[in-house]
């Protein structure tokens, strides 16, 4: 006897069923063969032989789709495709926590996380494409053991995309942050030089939500408020693609002015692109004292009271809107205000031996407590530079790489423009 499908069937949450009936074999759980004797060479066989035999996935599809009552898994597959169009969608995210909220949505179609931070590390334009990855990779070495895992995680990240073929339409969702907006262009700009086809190119591009007072991004949404954004998304116009082109080309050149002459004209078309851009200038050293926006936070904070990294983290988003940063990236920035000749902070709390032990990704979970030094102090209050006292700065924001003793631009927090000194 047959199964009916649910009412609303969504094949990923079937392609789900299959991979758990194939645990469930693999488990010994004799159930498992009450669907698997759809398959002719287990019609007249004992549960004990079915459950010791080898069985593939595609095996388990067909199964299933019998017991369906289907001739076969791409008969089921185009049934559901044709009563759901959902099913032809590939939902892009730049977070898991957003990602996975919309797998649990409901919603049809397939949801994959593109991550590399490209709010940190070198992204130089004019280099090959083999150096763009050896240069991304290097970026991600904390994550990984060596640098060829790591280049093969970018490579895997484009080949997700490259999904799209299989798809009517690419989703792309994404939140009004910095490191949201950032990642936008550039996928933007990639889809530029794609030959879509029939496939559509839609956005979702949001910076509140009702009920989010305090809205940082998508990853506060629950499932069902993340799937009522759906019906929001539009198909993305000229006017966007191009600003996302120019946008791309500005933050990866070597001469950060290029985004303020691309601030100076209209940028109407991505309406959070223009304060995500000026935040990103907000993380060149201040001519006050040689401190980034955030790293001013969170000396502020840490002078305030606020300890530990939650604390600290919870006082820099106060004043951040949207805050851009996670945990792992204020931990970084904590770790390099705690470094050097002239350490601004004192890091205690962290057992060095026993963070060795940890993914580098799981650092930011450890107990850890900071504290100003003199020096740190006196910088907060514009009595010395940072950059001075440590000797020069070696950091890339987007193409720009600050190297040396005598950093060559400065934020003017006064009047809100680069200076070059």
């Not at 199964?63 to 049934?79: D, M, N, P, R, V």
């Not at 060095?352 to 993914?359: A, V």
């Not at 600050?402 to 950093?407: P, R, T």
């Amino acid at each position: 006897m047959t199964k009916s499908l649910p009412p609303h069937p969504n094949l990923v949450h079937l392609k789900k069923q299959a991979r758990a009936l194939l645990r469930a074999h693999a488990q010994g759980q004799p159930d498992v063969c009450l669907v698997l004797r759809h398959l002719n060479r287990f019609l007249d066989v004992a549960v004990e032989e079915i459950l010791t035999a080898d069985v593939t996935l595609t095996e388990v599809q067909f199964a299933l789709a019998i017991e369906y009552g289907f001739s076969s898994w791409t008969a089921l597959k185009t049934h559901i495709e044709a009563h759901n169009p959902n099913d032809r969608l590939l939902h892009v995210h730049c977070g898991d926590s957003s990602a996975d909220s919309l797998r649990k949505s409901g919603v049809g179609g397939k949801v994959i996380t593109w991550f590399d931070p490209l709010i940190e590390g070198p992204t130089p334009a004019n280099v090959s494409p083999t150096e763009w990855v050896r240069l991304r990779a290097e970026n991600l070495l904390p994550e990984f053991d060596t640098v060829e895992h790591a280049a093969q995680f970018i490579h895997d990240l484009d080949k997700r995309l490259r999904a799209y073929r299989d798809f009517d339409e690419v989703v792309l969702w994404f939140d009004a942050c910095l490191f949201d907006q950032v990642i936008l262009i550039r996928q933007l700009d990639w889809f530029a030089r794609e030959e879509l086809g029939a496939c559509k190119l839609s956005l979702i591009c949001i910076g509140e939500f009702p009920g989010h007072p305090n809205f940082h991004g998508l990853g506060e949404l629950s499932p069902t408020e993340l799937a009522s954004l759906l019906g929001v998304r539009h198909e993305v116009t000229t006017a966007e693609t191009q600003l996302a082109v120019q946008a791309w080309e500005a933050y990866r050149t070597a001469d950060p002015t290029a985004i303020e002459r691309l601030l100076s004209a209209p940028t109407f078309a991505l309406p959070y692109l223009r304060p995500a851009l000026l935040r990103h200038l907000e993380r060149f050293p201040a001519c006050r004292n040689g401190l980034s926006r955030l790293e001013q936070e969170a000396l502020e904070a840490i002078a305030a009271g606020r300890h530990s990294l939650w604390e600290i983290m919870r006082a820099a988003s106060e004043v951040e809107h949207p805050a851009f940063f996670g945990d792992s990236y204020l931990f970084k920035l904590l770790e390099s205000l705690a470094s050097g000749p002239h350490p601004l902070v004192i890091e205690q709390g962290l057992e060095r031996e026993s963070l060795r032990q940890l993914p580098r990704r799981e650092w930011p979970l450890a107990k850890a407590n900071y504290t100003l030094t003199a020096e740190g102090m006196t910088v907060l209050h514009g009595e010395a530079d940072w950059i001075v006292l440590q000797g020069g700065i070696d950091r890339w924001l987007g193409g720009v790489h600050l190297l040396g003793a005598d950093s060559p631009w400065r934020w003017d927090e006064e009047r809100q423009i680069l200076v070059s000194r």
